[in-house]
Protein backbone atom coordinates (compact mmCIF):
# COMPACT_ATOMS: atom_id res chain seq x y z
CA UNK A 1 0.00 0.00 0.00
CA UNK A 2 1.14 3.17 -1.12
CA UNK A 3 0.34 5.09 2.42
CA UNK A 4 -1.16 4.08 5.56
CA UNK A 5 -4.35 5.55 6.70
CA UNK A 6 -3.48 9.40 8.31
CA UNK A 7 0.03 9.73 7.31
CA UNK A 8 1.28 13.12 5.80
CA UNK A 9 1.08 12.94 2.14
CA UNK A 10 4.00 13.53 -0.53
CA UNK A 11 3.36 16.51 -2.56
CA UNK A 12 1.24 15.44 -5.69
CA UNK A 13 3.15 17.66 -7.81
CA UNK A 14 6.31 16.75 -6.35
CA UNK A 15 8.06 15.39 -9.45
CA UNK A 16 6.07 17.77 -12.02
CA UNK A 17 6.11 21.37 -9.96
CA UNK A 18 3.04 21.58 -12.59
CA UNK A 19 -0.02 21.75 -10.12
CA UNK A 20 -0.70 24.19 -7.91
CA UNK A 21 -2.44 24.16 -4.47
CA UNK A 22 -4.09 26.53 -2.05
CA UNK A 23 -4.45 23.30 0.54
CA UNK A 24 -1.56 23.03 3.19
CA UNK A 25 0.70 20.58 1.86
CA UNK A 26 0.68 19.01 5.58
CA UNK A 27 -2.61 17.67 5.16
CA UNK A 28 -2.91 14.01 6.02
CA UNK A 29 -4.04 11.38 3.67
CA UNK A 30 -6.80 9.05 4.80
CA UNK A 31 -7.30 5.67 3.71
CA UNK A 32 -9.81 3.20 5.26
CA UNK A 33 -8.30 -0.17 6.21
CA UNK A 34 -10.55 -2.13 3.53
CA UNK A 35 -8.96 0.08 1.02
CA UNK A 36 -6.56 -1.76 -1.61
CA UNK A 37 -4.15 1.24 -2.67
CA UNK A 38 -1.16 -0.30 -4.84
CA UNK A 39 2.13 0.96 -5.20
CA UNK A 40 3.15 3.37 -7.39
CA UNK A 41 0.77 5.49 -6.68
CA UNK A 42 0.47 9.43 -6.10
CA UNK A 43 -2.18 10.75 -3.70
CA UNK A 44 -2.01 14.72 -3.12
CA UNK A 45 -2.22 16.36 0.40
CA UNK A 46 -5.86 15.55 2.16
CA UNK A 47 -6.93 12.67 -0.24
CA UNK A 48 -9.38 10.63 1.09
CA UNK A 49 -10.04 7.11 -0.34
CA UNK A 50 -13.16 5.02 1.71
CA UNK A 51 -14.15 1.88 1.88
CA UNK A 52 -13.30 -0.39 -0.08
CA UNK A 53 -11.83 1.16 -2.87
CA UNK A 54 -8.80 -0.28 -5.09
CA UNK A 55 -6.54 2.12 -6.76
CA UNK A 56 -4.23 0.34 -9.12
CA UNK A 57 -0.59 1.11 -9.75
CA UNK A 58 0.44 4.48 -11.46
CA UNK A 59 -2.60 6.13 -10.95
CA UNK A 60 -2.75 9.70 -9.91
CA UNK A 61 -4.91 11.48 -7.36
CA UNK A 62 -4.83 15.43 -6.63
CA UNK A 63 -4.87 17.34 -3.97
CA UNK A 64 -7.99 17.39 -1.34
CA UNK A 65 -9.64 14.68 -3.57
CA UNK A 66 -12.24 12.42 -2.66
CA UNK A 67 -13.16 8.80 -3.00
CA UNK A 68 -16.29 7.18 -1.97
CA UNK A 69 -17.14 3.65 -1.03
CA UNK A 70 -16.07 1.12 -3.60
CA UNK A 71 -14.61 3.04 -6.02
CA UNK A 72 -11.83 1.52 -8.53
CA UNK A 73 -9.20 3.73 -10.30
CA UNK A 74 -7.63 1.76 -13.19
CA UNK A 75 -3.52 1.74 -13.66
CA UNK A 76 -2.40 5.45 -15.18
CA UNK A 77 -5.60 7.10 -14.12
CA UNK A 78 -5.09 11.00 -13.51
CA UNK A 79 -7.63 12.74 -11.18
CA UNK A 80 -7.34 16.42 -10.15
CA UNK A 81 -7.83 18.45 -7.25
CA UNK A 82 -10.42 19.19 -5.46
CA UNK A 83 -13.12 16.37 -7.04
CA UNK A 84 -15.80 14.43 -5.33
CA UNK A 85 -16.24 10.85 -6.90
CA UNK A 86 -19.26 9.18 -5.25
CA UNK A 87 -19.66 5.88 -4.23
CA UNK A 88 -19.52 2.73 -6.73
CA UNK A 89 -17.29 4.44 -9.33
CA UNK A 90 -15.37 2.80 -11.98
CA UNK A 91 -12.84 4.80 -13.70
CA UNK A 92 -10.69 2.86 -16.13
CA UNK A 93 -7.28 3.40 -18.26
CA UNK A 94 -7.92 6.12 -20.64
CA UNK A 95 -9.88 8.39 -18.66
CA UNK A 96 -8.37 11.79 -17.34
CA UNK A 97 -10.71 13.81 -14.92
CA UNK A 98 -9.31 17.73 -14.26
CA UNK A 99 -9.58 19.52 -10.79
CA UNK A 100 -13.29 20.06 -8.96
CA UNK A 101 -14.97 17.85 -10.96
CA UNK A 102 -18.28 16.09 -9.29
CA UNK A 103 -19.05 12.66 -10.42
CA UNK A 104 -22.05 11.25 -8.40
CA UNK A 105 -22.68 7.61 -7.48
CA UNK A 106 -22.77 4.69 -9.99
CA UNK A 107 -21.28 6.81 -13.03
CA UNK A 108 -19.89 4.40 -15.71
CA UNK A 109 -16.77 4.88 -17.91
CA UNK A 110 -16.07 2.88 -20.75
CA UNK A 111 -12.52 2.89 -22.82
CA UNK A 112 -12.82 0.33 -25.55
CA UNK A 113 -14.83 0.74 -28.42
CA UNK A 114 -14.74 -2.85 -29.59
CA UNK A 115 -14.79 -5.28 -26.30
CA UNK A 116 -14.21 -8.72 -26.48
CA UNK A 117 -13.68 -11.17 -23.83
CA UNK A 118 -11.76 -13.49 -25.87
CA UNK A 119 -9.27 -10.80 -27.30
CA UNK A 120 -6.03 -10.17 -24.66
CA UNK A 121 -6.56 -6.28 -23.30
CA UNK A 122 -3.90 -4.28 -24.43
CA UNK A 123 -4.04 -0.79 -22.60
CA UNK A 124 -2.32 1.05 -25.62
CA UNK A 125 -5.72 0.42 -26.82
CA UNK A 126 -7.63 2.47 -24.41
CA UNK A 127 -9.46 5.10 -26.06
CA UNK A 128 -9.00 8.34 -24.11
CA UNK A 129 -12.26 10.49 -22.23
CA UNK A 130 -11.32 13.93 -20.86
CA UNK A 131 -13.75 15.59 -18.09
CA UNK A 132 -12.63 18.96 -17.84
CA UNK A 133 -12.20 21.13 -15.03
CA UNK A 134 -16.12 21.57 -13.25
CA UNK A 135 -17.71 19.44 -14.68
CA UNK A 136 -21.20 17.53 -13.07
CA UNK A 137 -21.87 13.75 -13.93
CA UNK A 138 -24.75 13.14 -12.46
CA UNK A 139 -25.84 9.70 -10.42
CA UNK A 140 -26.12 6.82 -12.68
CA UNK A 141 -24.47 8.89 -15.64
CA UNK A 142 -22.68 6.58 -18.42
CA UNK A 143 -20.23 8.12 -20.41
CA UNK A 144 -19.04 6.39 -23.75
CA UNK A 145 -15.34 6.65 -24.26
CA UNK A 146 -13.38 8.85 -26.85
CA UNK A 147 -15.22 12.13 -25.74
CA UNK A 148 -14.96 15.47 -23.87
CA UNK A 149 -16.87 16.97 -21.26
CA UNK A 150 -16.40 20.75 -21.30
CA UNK A 151 -15.78 23.03 -18.46
CA UNK A 152 -18.36 23.29 -16.19
CA UNK A 153 -20.80 21.00 -18.03
CA UNK A 154 -23.58 18.78 -16.03
CA UNK A 155 -24.43 15.71 -17.48
CA UNK A 156 -28.18 14.60 -15.86
CA UNK A 157 -28.53 11.69 -13.54
CA UNK A 158 -29.05 8.60 -15.84
CA UNK A 159 -27.81 10.37 -19.04
CA UNK A 160 -26.25 7.90 -21.56
CA UNK A 161 -23.29 10.49 -22.88
CA UNK A 162 -21.97 9.85 -26.33
CA UNK A 163 -21.21 13.12 -27.53
CA UNK A 164 -18.71 15.84 -26.51
CA UNK A 165 -19.96 18.69 -24.46
CA UNK A 166 -18.78 22.48 -24.72
CA UNK A 167 -18.35 24.09 -21.67
CA UNK A 168 -21.79 25.22 -19.43
CA UNK A 169 -23.90 22.94 -21.55
CA UNK A 170 -26.77 20.77 -19.40
CA UNK A 171 -27.31 17.07 -21.09
CA UNK A 172 -29.82 15.09 -20.40
CA UNK A 173 -31.49 11.80 -21.36
CA UNK A 174 -31.24 8.72 -23.35
CA UNK A 175 -29.19 9.23 -25.75
CA UNK A 176 -28.46 12.58 -23.74
CA UNK A 177 -28.99 15.94 -25.61
CA UNK A 178 -27.95 19.92 -25.20
CA UNK A 179 -30.95 20.74 -22.86
CA UNK A 180 -29.65 24.04 -22.41
CA UNK A 181 -26.94 26.15 -20.49
CA UNK A 182 -25.89 26.52 -16.58
CA UNK A 183 -23.87 29.02 -14.50
CA UNK A 184 -20.83 27.99 -12.60
CA UNK A 185 -23.46 27.57 -9.70
CA UNK A 186 -24.64 24.26 -12.15
CA UNK A 187 -28.12 26.16 -12.53
CA UNK A 188 -29.91 26.34 -15.78
CA UNK A 189 -29.90 29.76 -16.86
CA UNK A 190 -32.61 31.25 -19.66
Not at 25 to 37: D, E, G, T
Not at 43 to 59: E, Q
Not at 91 to 116: H, K, L, S
Request: with cysteine; hydrophobic share 35%; aromatic share 8%.
Amino acid sequence: MAQTPLEPAPNFASNKQTQETSLPQSLPVFIHPSALVEDDVELGPGVRIWHHCHIRRGARIGAGTSLGKNCYVDAQVTIGQGCKIQNNVSIYTGVIIEDDVFIGPGVIFTNDFYPRAFLPWNPQNASSTLIKKGASLGAGACVRCGIEVGEYSMIGMGAVLTKSTSPFELWLGHPAKKSGMVDIQGRPVK
